[in-house]
């Protein structure tokens, strides 16, 4: 079982392990998330914003019965009124995978830009999904009957067939070749959005803040077996040794992966031996 966890918690982040996917509320969940990092926030006002982004879409998008017409008033009320935009000056920021800081600046990542979208199109019950492309994240807006796909990051705009085949040629290694991509559960797209900052934290040599981002996905998702893997990682650099038995031990109980539960074996060898 997994050790005790060594950061404050917060109880929405403990409630988001046990909801079931469909009930996650996106851009709630991901403010809720931001405001572990922030938590003297009131977050009063980012929700009269998120309900200011749902009055716009109801006061322009009430005829919008099709999905072109509804990716359209997306990207009429989020881009143009709100003036939410992809940060392609300063891509790398932590705060364009932070939520209340996303709605401060108006400016985020593509899975930032995506929770966005998705949630505001849900509230008018239109049917929307983040959609996992390999390098990018897009939004497919309808079902089955002309779906569209529009891309968070460049202002809403339409993805064509054209531009959808050159994105997975670019990211696609040439001996696997991506030829579909699906659309992410609701716990994945939080997924997501923290392995984005764990990453960069990383980068920039904060190994105890990326530690904290895996010990959140780890509860938040109890069953994402990279995250245990990454957080034992994180407290074996912490020197933390019975921490990193526990998170691997974790690992053995909850996938029957081959590969990855030989990786765990051996390194719980290792860590036993003398």
Do not use: C, K
């Not at 050790?3 to 046990?18: A, C, I, K, N, Q």
């Not at 109801?58 to 990716?71: H, L, V």
């Not at 209340?100 to 899975?111: A, N």
């Amino acid at each position: 079982m997994a050790s005790p966890v060594p950061f404050p918690l917060d109880e929405d982040l403990t409630r988001l392990g046990l909801v079931d996917d469909e009930e996650i509320v996106l851009d709630e969940a991901a403010l809720a998330l931001a405001l572990l990092d922030h938590p003297a926030v009131d977050l009063a006002p980012y929700y009269q914003t998120l309900d200011e982004i749902t009055a716009g879409l109801r006061r322009i998008g009430t005829d919008a019965d099709t999905a072109a017409d509804q990716a359209e008033v997306l990207s009429a009320v989020l881009a143009e009124e709100f003036g939410f935009l992809g940060d392609d000056v300063t891509y790398d920021d932590p705060d364009n995978a932070d939520l209340i800081r996303v709605l401060d600046r108006r400016r985020g990542l593509p899975i930032s830009l995506s929770i966005l979208y998705v949630a505001a199109a849900r509230r008018l019950g239109w049917h929307a999904q983040v959609l996992d492309v390999p390098g990018h994240v897009l939004v497919l807006v309808g079902m089955d009957e002309a779906p569209v796909i529009i891309d968070p990051f460049a202002a809403g705009a339409r993805v064509g067939a054209e531009r959808f085949a050159a994105l997975l040629q670019t990211f696609s290694a040439p001996a696997e070749p991506v030829t579909q991509v699906s659309a992410m559960p609701n716990r994945a797209v939080l997924i997501r959005l923290l392995q984005n900052q764990a990453s960069r934290a990383e980068q920039a040599g904060q190994g105890r803040r990326a530690l904290i981002l895996y010990t959140r996905m780890t509860v938040m998702a109890p069953e994402y077996a990279h995250a245990w893997w990454q957080r034992a990682r994180l407290e074996l650099v912490d020197g933390d040794v019975a921490s990193a038995r526990s998170s691997l031990g974790t690992i053995l109980e909850i996938t029957r992966e081959p590969e990855l539960r030989g990786r765990v074996s051996e390194m719980l060898g290792m860590l036993t031996s003398p």
